[in-house]
């Protein structure tokens, strides 16, 4: 059975930083892309940023690029998401995705690419 446990999450003041970590389970982890997406209340889950099986390419949505950065470590069955600079607007709950694939240089970037999700984690940022 496959599980994403997300943590990290939590009260960061504007300018400040979180690293968010995804600890996957019940699956061959080095098969998977990896990916970040955010909600927030009444509006669609939207895409963070994506990382190959392999990690050797990232993908960032527009409003976090120079801020954010996505990484894995395969040994530990972990992804992560290093947020600095943060901004009122990254308050959200920050989910982790995951989809099994054969294609080493792909990064997915829409939610209905990913079969497995975590719980997610809440980010909020003060002004």
């Known amino acids: 059975q496959v599980q994403l446990v997300e943590s990290g999450g939590g009260l960061v003041q504007a300018g400040g930083s979180l690293r968010l970590s995804c600890a996957a389970s019940g699956l061959t982890f080095g098969s998977y892309a990896m990916g970040w997406f955010r909600q927030v209340p009444g509006k669609e889950r939207e895409f963070v940023a994506g990382i190959t099986r392999s990690g050797d390419y990232t993908d960032y949505a527009d409003s976090v690029k120079g801020r954010f950065s996505i990484s894995r470590d395969n040994a530990k069955n972990t992804v992560y998401l290093q947020m600095n600079s943060l ?41």
């Open 87 to 127: 901004e009122p607007e990254d308050t959200a709950v920050y989910f982790c995705a995951g989809r099994s694939t054969i294609y080493s240089g792909t990064v997915y970037t829409t939610a209905q690419q990913y079969n497995y999700w975590g719980q997610g984690t809440q980010v909020t940022v003060s002004s």
